[in-house]
């Protein structure tokens, strides 16, 4: 399946459809605001803001499935990151990303791109999911990878038309 084919919302609850994005590489992520990782969306808008007039996007999904780590809504989230981290990039809905009620695009991303040994499951919060220009993901990063981890894959990604 192709991720440009599947639905979100943004953090205000409008429908979006990820075919609008056809044709940018994008950065998914899943993000927290009471995370040890929480400081790398200062990282994720520096990346946005190098790369995105190159056609370049990150997405980033509030879940609060990790230990309650994202308590407040999208909304809420999208004031937190702008105030604290400058965040300019889209902040979509808040979503759940294991378990029967994981969204369709987690669900796609997850298969395409499995984590270590093979596991579908994401085991926390700022695992992030480069997709290429075509709707495939080309590279999965754990929460870990910094940006310098993911500026050669992400450059190479972009090379690509």
Known sequence: ???H????????QEPF?????????????????????????REL????????DHGFTVLAFPCDQFAGQA????????????HTYGVTFPVMDKIKVNGRQAHPLF?????????????RMIKWNF??????????VVRRFSPRDERVDMLEPLERALEER
């Open 127 to 136: 695992t992030k999911f480069l997709v290429g220009r075509d709707g495939h």
């Open 1 to 3: 399946m192709n991720i």
């Open 71 to 82: 308590p407040e809504s999208a909304e809420g989230f999208c004031v937190f990151s702008a």
């Open 107 to 119: 669900v796609a991303l997850k298969r395409e791109a499995p984590g270590v040994l093979g596991t």
């Open 5 to 12: 084919d599947l639905e979100c919302r943004t953090a205000q």
């Open 17 to 41: 459809n990820l075919g609008a994005l056809r044709g940018q590489v994008l950065l998914i992520v899943n993000v927290a605001s009471r995370c040890r990782f929480t400081p790398q969306l």
């Open 45 to 52: 808008q520096t990346l946005y803001q190098r790369y995105r």
